[in-house]
C-alpha cells in the first residue's frame, strides 16, 4: 500500500511486476509492442496516443499516421488497456456552435478528465504548429475548443485540478519543422480561454546529454503528497538524428512553476528493436500515464520510433525516491 499518489483508485490498471534482477526504476511490459504496423486498414502506424481510464474499462485518443502519411487523432477503446480497438476513421470535430472543425493535421494527443469533462490538447495547425484544444464526455463526439497559445508551440499538457483556482497549461515553444530548441513553460486560465501569466519551468540542458537539446511535457502530471510527478522527454542530438528519452520531475504543489528534483539520468532510453528501429529509429516518447492510488502503481504508455505504441511501469515511492537521491534541478 501507498497514500502518495493523491488521485483515485483503479484496480484494473495493466500491471507487470519488476522482473527479477531488474534495477532501475522504471521497466517495460512484456507484451512490447501493444500495437504494430498497420493496425487498422486505413492507418499505417498508431503510437504517441493517449488512453484514459473510462466507463470501467479505457477510452482515448491516439495518433495514427493515415497510409498518406499524415497524423491524425482517432478515438479508441480497451477493456483491458493493453488490446486496442480503434477506429478506422479519423475523429471529426465541431467547434462550439456545431460546424465542422476537423484540423488539417494533428497529432500527440494528451486527454485529462477535469471535473466531469475530458479535455484534449494536441499539436494543430494553426497554419504552423501549435496546441489544438478540445473536449468530449463520451468520446464520440469531440468540441474543438479555441487554441489557447498562439503558434509555434507543442507538446500542450493540462494539469488534473485548478491550482490557486487557475487551470495550469504546460508548453514549449518550437518551430514548425524539426525543433532544434525547446524548454517547458507554464501558463495559467481561469476560463481554459485566455491564457496568460506565462512561466518558464524547465530549460534543456544540465550535465546530462540526453536532455541536451530540447525538452518537452510528457503525461498529465501526477498529485503526489510530495508535489506534482511530472514525466517528459528529452532529446539528444547526435549526428544520425535525434535521440528520444524519458525523464521525470517534481515540480511545487502549489507554485508548479518551481521545480524541486529533476532526473539528472534518464529513466528509459531506446534500447529494445521496436525503440531503436522502426519509422524515425530511437525514439521513447512518453503521452499518457494510468495511476492506481492505493498501490502506488503507474502504467506509462509511450511511442516508440514513431511506429509501437509501448507501455512502461513503475511504482511511485520508488520513483520518487530515485529522483530525490538522482536529482540536478
Ligand atoms: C516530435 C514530434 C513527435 C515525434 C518526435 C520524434 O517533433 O513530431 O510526434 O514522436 O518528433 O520523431
Not at 99 to 114: E, F, G, H, N, Q
Amino acid at each position: 500500500m501507498s497514500n502518495t499518489i493523491i488521485g483515485s483508485a483503479l484496480p484494473n490498471i495493466p500491471w507487470e511486476e519488476k522482473p527479477k534482477g531488474y534495477v532501475h526504476a522504471v521497466w517495460r511490459s512484456e507484451r512490447n509492442p501493444l500495437i504494430g504496423w498497420n493496425p487498422t486498414p486505413n492507418t499505417s502506424r498508431i503510437y504517441n496516443s493517449a488512453p484514459v481510464p473510462f466507463e470501467g474499462g479505457f477510452a482515448g485518443v491516439f495518433r495514427a499516421d493515415g497510409r498518406n502519411g499524415r497524423a491524425a487523432l482517432h478515438a479508441g477503446r480497451s477493456k483491458d488497456g493493453y488490446t486496442f480497438e480503434i477506429d478506422d476513421k479519423k475523429i471529426e470535430w465541431v467547434d462550439e456552435s456545431g460546424k465542422p472543425a476537423t484540423p488539417s493535421y494533428a497529432y500527440d494527443p494528451r486527454v485529462v478528465l477535469i471535473e466531469g469533462t475530458y479535455y484534449i490538447t494536441w499539436c494543430d495547425d494553426f497554419p504552423g504548429a501549435s496546441i489544438g484544444m478540445g473536449r468530449t464526455k463520451d468520446f464520440k463526439t469531440f468540441v474543438k475548443m479555441e487554441s489557447p497559445l498562439m503558434p509555434f508551440n507543442r507538446n500542450g499538457v493540462l494539469f488534473p485540478r485548478k491550482v490557486n483556482g487557475e487551470y495550469i497549461l504546460l508548453s514549449r515553444p518550437s518551430d514548425s519543422a524539426h525543433t532544434p530548441f525547446g524548454d517547458i513553460i507554464l501558463s495559467h486560465s481561469k476560463d481554459l480561454t485566455y491564457w496568460g501569466k506565462h512561466r518558464m519551468v524547465m530549460q534543456r540542458g544540465g550535465s546530462g546529454w540526453w536532455q541536451g537539446t530540447k525538452i518537452g511535457a510528457g503525461p498529465i502530471p501526477i498529485e503526489t503528497k510530495d508535489g506534482w510527478l511530472l514525466f517528459y522527454h528529452g532529446v539528444s542530438g547526435t549526428c544520425n538524428g535525434f535521440v528520444y528519452s524519458m525523464g521525470a520531475a517534481l515540480l511545487d504543489i502549489n507554485n508548479p512553476e518551481k521545480v524541486l528534483y529533476r532526473t539528472r539520468d534518464y529513466l528509459l532510453t531506446p534500447e529494445l528493436p521496436y525503440e531503436t528501429t522502426g519509422f524515425v529509429p530511437n525514439v521513447l516518447f512518453p503521452v499518457s500515464v494510468l495511476s492506481d492510488a492505493p498501490t502506488g502503481r503507474i502504467a506509462l504508455y509511450y511511442g516508440a520510433a514513431d511506429t509501437y505504441t509501448a507501455m512502461c511501469f513503475c511504482q511511485v515511492d520508488e520513483v520518487l525516491a530515485y529522483l530525490k537521491a538522482n536529482s540536478e534541478v
